[in-house]
């Protein structure tokens, strides 16, 4: 994706970045052609899970709703300037929340086959949880370094962190209701979660400017997180019953 991007912006401008962006992604047609060959779809299954696939591709929907339309609202609300730093803020939150996405894609087929990663989740709870204080310590004094003219996005930095423990939570929450294939609770918090990002990017960023921004980021994922937890725990007295 960087080198197709860099190309493209070099010889026909900055339009052509999204073209290389979807080039990138060819990379995966040798593993799709494989699995072609390789598996034959089931379409009987696919129409006895049909409720749980729909209810998955329109969580995807409402979780890229919920992570692009703050920016749709940022730049009318606060201007570019905002924007631009919100993004910086964004990228490197999303950086420090790697971690729980790769062990989400371990944890969700291990939790489906009923083997218990609860040893997993405590040490990837506690490491976000140092990763958090880390950001919030170290972050005026490294980027400086690399962002000089970006110091007004420390305190955003700071403040969004704070999300990374919810989301790291939510992570092991979300894959727990997933493997019962109970997606639409999932959904339902992704809802919840899209109408607090508008309410609170309006609201909160019109009171408090960019701190309002940062505020409202980490209430929707601290919201999801306990949406999922409580979701969740009603699923198992329910089974418990």
């Known amino acids: 994706m960087v080198t197709f991007s860099l190309i493209v912006y070099s010889y026909f401008g900055v339009e052509w970045i999204l073209l290389a962006i979807s080039l990138s992604y060819m990379v995966y047609l040798p593993i799709i052609f494989k699995n072609i060959k390789t598996y034959k779809i089931d379409f009987l ?11 998955n591709y329109f969580l995807m929907l409402t979780n890229i709703c919920t992570k692009q339309v703050d920016k749709l609202l940022i730049a009318p609300i606060l201007g570019l300037s905002v924007l631009g730093n919100y993004a910086l803020a964004e990228q490197i939150i999303l950086i420090l929340t790697i971690i729980p996405s790769i062990i989400f894609k371990y944890v969700l087929p291990h939790t489906a ?42 305190l955003l930095i700071q403040i969004m962190s704070l999300s990374v423990v919810p989301t790291t939570i939510t992570i092991f929450y979300f894959a727990k209701i997933l493997a019962m294939e109970k997606a639409t609770i999932p959904l339902i918090g992704g809802i919840i979660s899209s109408i607090i990002t508008v309410t609170g990017m309006i609201g909160l960023g019109n009171l408090y400017g960019s701190t309002g921004i940062a505020i409202t980021y980490v209430l929707t994922y601290s919201i999801f997180c306990i949406f999922n937890y409580v979701m969740y725990k009603r699923i198992i007295s329910k089974h418990e019953i």
């Open 45 to 55: 299954s696919l129409k006895n899970n049909k409720h749980f696939i729909s209810s």
């Open 113 to 154: 086959n009923g083997i218990s990663t609860e040893k997993l989740e405590k040490v990837t709870i506690l490491f976000s949880i140092l990763l958090t204080a880390l950001s919030i310590i170290l972050m005026p004094i490294i980027l400086p370094i690399f962002f000089e003219t970006y110091t007004d996005v420390i």
